[in-house]
Nanobody, 127 residues
Framework: QVRLVESGGGLVQAGTSLKLSCATT????????VGWFRQAPGQGRDFVAA????????SLADSVKGRFSISRNSAKNTISLQINSAKPEDTAVYFC????????????????????WGQGTQVTVAS
């Protein structure tokens, strides 16, 4: 089982930067990949970024390439989502999610592949 807690959300001005963090705990020594998803008001939940257990494989949604980046600390228990040049359309609740895996380089952009989810953190970008 993986527990995830997001933090770092808030109100920012368009064009500025924001860093979200996903703190994870896992008791059984399993490897897990982590993804970030977001849900704008009245919309479905969309993939944003994902990173493998090893940290060497990443995936970014086309809509955020060039502005967002994802990273994982050396302890592998904190996954960060760096948002640069924020836009009003980035306004959403951001969720991190985890999937236990046997493959260090595994990443996925599909919601259904993730078994554990955090509660989300609100990001609001003012124009």
């Amino acid at each position: 089982q993986v527990r995830l807690v997001e933090s770092g959300g808030g109100l920012v001005q368009a064009g500025t930067s924001l860093k979200l963090s996903c703190a994870t705990t896992e008791r059984d020594g399993d490897m897990y990949t982590v993804g970030w998803f977001r849900q704008a008001p009245g919309q479905g939940r969309d993939f944003v970024a994902a990173i493998s257990w090893s940290g060497t494989s990443t995936s970014l949604a086309d809509s955020v390439k060039g502005r967002f980046s994802i990273s994982r600390n050396s302890a592998k228990n904190t996954i960060s989502l760096q948002i640069n040049s924020a836009k009003p359309e980035d306004t959403a609740v951001y969720f991190c999610a985890a999937r236990i895996t046997n493959v260090e380089s595994y990443v996925s952009s599909r919601q259904r592949d993730y078994d554990y989810w955090g509660q989300g953190t609100q990001v609001t970008v003012a124009s």
